[in-house]
């Protein structure tokens, strides 16, 4: 494991730690940031759309090779991810394999507007339907609570803050939850932003892992712990995942 900044990571956005000495909370107005955040998400959502099917796959392999090899003990506990949506890293086949291994998945299912999200579980059979944005959940499955939280994101900064859609439907969830779990936060390096402007109610991930690795917050802010330069890519699980997977609508 690397112990500190290293020299490997300027090649991507330079040392990241100690980001939040440079972009305090009080860094642009309230009207400010919510312009700013809206034209980042536009800019990146637009950035990653453009990634094709083959590098996709090849994002993917990389980030649950990671994913593997960080977490070796989510084989025995409670997952809760986000079903894929516009190019996202998709959990899905690195799920089928854990679940072979003991894991329960979850999918989050939105209750209310401005509510925290709950937790059904979710494994290839259990009926889904579309709910805000258009992302799949389920619909009548047990409800869990998970022991670690898979979130994608948009962007990314170096103090681990997350840059989602906008509806805040994360950070009141992780803050209403009497035990709070494991956050990891899944991103590709595109994604790096110098700061999301983090505000009082933003909840920092745990862990972020993209392509290149895993980074383990810390104090001083993000720890890139591991840069491997070979690995064998795991199989795929496309045939256990679900139904809809290769272009099926969820059920209504």
Same mark, same amino acid.
């Given at each position: 494991m690397v112990s500190n900044c290293t020299p490997p990571l300027v090649e991507y956005h330079g040392c990241i730690q100690g980001s939040r000495a440079v972009f305090p909370f009080n860094a642009m107005t309230p009207s400010e940031l919510s312009v700013w955040r809206k034209?980042?998400?536009?800019?990146?959502?637009?950035?990653?759309?453009?990634?094709?099917?083959?590098a996709l796959a090849a994002l993917r392999r990389r980030i649950d090779h990671h994913?593997?090899?960080?977490?070796?003990?989510? *084989?025995?506990?409670?997952? *809760?991810?986000?079903? =894929?949506?516009?190019?996202? /890293?998709?959990?899905?086949?690195?799920?089928? *394999?854990?679940?072979?291994?003991? *894991?329960?998945?979850?999918?989050p299912v939105v209750v209310a507007p401005k509510s925290p999200l709950i937790f059904r579980e979710w494994a290839p059979g259990v009926e889904l339907a579309k709910g805000p944005l258009g992302i799949a959940y389920p619909v009548d499955s047990p409800e869990l609570i998970p022991d670690h939280v898979l979130l994608p994101m948009l962007g990314w900064d170096g103090d681990g803050y997350r840059l989602g859609y906008g509806g805040g439907f994360f950070d009141r969830t992780l803050a209403s939850l009497a035990k709070r779990?494991?956050?990891?936060?899944?991103? /590709?390096?595109?994604? /790096?932003?110098?700061?999301?402007?983090?505000? =009082?109610?933003?909840?920092?991930?745990?862990?972020?892992?993209?392509?290149?690795?895993?980074?383990?917050?810390? =104090? !001083?802010?993000?720890?890139?712990?591991?840069?491997? !330069?070979?690995?064998?890519?795991?199989?795929? /699980?496309?045939?256990?995942?679900? =139904?809809d997977y290769f272009g099926e609508e969820p059920k209504s």
């Open positions: 034209g980042e998400r536009a800019r990146l959502l637009k950035e990653r759309e453009t990634l094709t099917g083959e994913l593997e090899r960080a977490f070796a003990d989510w *084989a025995h506990g409670i997952l *809760a991810f986000c079903w =894929p949506h516009r190019n996202e /890293y998709d959990f899905r086949h690195l799920a089928a *394999a854990l679940r072979r291994r003991g *894991a329960s998945t979850a999918l779990p494991q956050v990891i936060g899944l991103a /590709y390096e595109q994604a /790096y932003l110098p700061t999301i402007h983090p505000q =009082p109610h933003d909840i920092p991930m745990d862990f972020v892992v993209t392509e290149r690795g895993v980074y383990r917050r810390e =104090p !001083q802010g993000l720890k890139f712990l591991d840069n491997p !330069q070979a690995f064998s890519s795991p199989p795929c /699980y496309a045939s256990e995942i679900a =139904p």
